[in-house]
């Protein structure tokens, strides 16, 4: 599989909507979705994980397993730029190994490694 990252300049192009998006899931979570740091990961995070129709929001199909894919690529980069400002996090590890666990395909491990080296880019 090639890369199934959507392109992040496609993010940001429709970063309002995609806010205005995530703050209906801001009392679920006890991240600072406004942090300058991690935030916009977080952000993206929950987009590919909730949001039930990435096309109109993007202009791109995804099927499910490159939305979980986009999902998990976001949430490891959260992970990372939230342990650069507060340091390691056990529970944020064991829920990215909770999302692979979880997963409803067979997951592609070189697809996996790729987003793991890439989040922590």
């Not at 300058?36 to 995070?45: K, S």
């Not at 791109?60 to 390691?88: M, P, S």
């Amino acid at each position: 599989m090639e890369n199934p990252i959507a392109p992040e300049s496609a993010l940001r192009a429709r970063h309002q909507h995609i806010s205005d998006f995530a703050a209906r899931h801001r009392e679920s979570y006890s991240v600072d979705f406004d942090d300058p740091d991690y935030g916009r990961a977080f952000v993206y995070y929950l987009f590919f994980s909730h949001h039930p129709s990435v096309r109109s929001v993007l202009g791109i199909d995804l099927d499910d397993e490159a939305r979980f894919y986009n999902a998990y690529y976001w949430f490891q980069r959260f992970v990372r730029l939230h342990t650069d400002k507060h340091g390691y996090d056990a529970g944020l590890e064991q829920q990215a190994f909770k999302m692979l666990e979880e997963a409803s395909f067979e997951l592609d491990f070189e697809v996996i490694d790729m987003l793991d080296k890439r989040a922590k880019e």
